[in-house]
């Protein structure tokens, strides 16, 4: 992260060094994905029942749906491409995923806008995003559902609204943090 911020110093030609561009390409790479994975909320909880526990939902086992088997992956791969499949598979070759992907943010933000969200951005710290996730699994990702059967589309529905709040909140948090970042004032 420290060569990141350094990035904040530098001019943007500055930048010769393939290896120290590979870096932080890869620097970047992990942080939009922690920047995504910190608002999945069976990252932040784990149901147990006398003393066995699901972690995380992966032990949390559905009837088979959609190639998913547990409630882990579910909230993982189907939630955000269930209707209208949102967020699309890089099937149609990159330009045309990126416009579809492009599509799908821009839908996001139009129905969660930042000023929704003034007060949850900003400054916070890990420890009450783990605390808002975990009240998040135990109001949505584990209400209104059982193991080995198949997620109600009342469920599906709820979680994809869910999901598409959440991913609404991350790329605010994780633009603000790239502002900080890149942007000299």
Not at 39 to 50: D, E, K, N, V
Not at 90 to 110: N, Q, R, W
Not at 126 to 144: G, N, Q, T
Request: overall charge positive; some cysteine.
């Amino acid at each position: 992260m420290e060569e990141l911020k350094e990035l904040k110093q530098e001019k943007t030609g500055s930048l010769e060094k393939k290896m120290r561009r590979n870096r932080i390409s890869d620097l970047m790479k992990y942080l939009i994905h922690f920047a995504g994975d910190m608002f999945h909320p069976l990252h932040m909880a784990t149901r147990c029942i006398g003393g066995k526990c699901d972690n995380g939902g992966t032990g949390f086992p559905l009837t088979k749906f959609q190639k998913v088997t547990n409630l882990h992956e579910l909230w993982d791969k189907i939630l955000l491409k269930l209707r209208d499949r949102t967020m699309p598979e890089f099937e149609k070759g990159f330009p045309e995923s990126c416009k579809l992907y492009l599509d799908a943010v821009t839908s996001i933000m139009a129905t969660h806008p930042r000023t929704r969200f003034v007060i949850s951005i900003g400054k916070i710290k890990l420890e009450s995003i783990a605390k808002a996730m975990f009240a998040i699994a135990a109001k949505y990702a584990y209400e209104d559902i059982s193991p080995d059967q198949l997620p109600s589309e009342k469920y599906r529905d709820r979680g994809y609204n869910v999901c598409r709040v959440l991913f609404a909140v991350a790329g605010y948090r994780l633009a603000d943090y790239m502002r900080e970042i890149f942007i000299q004032e």
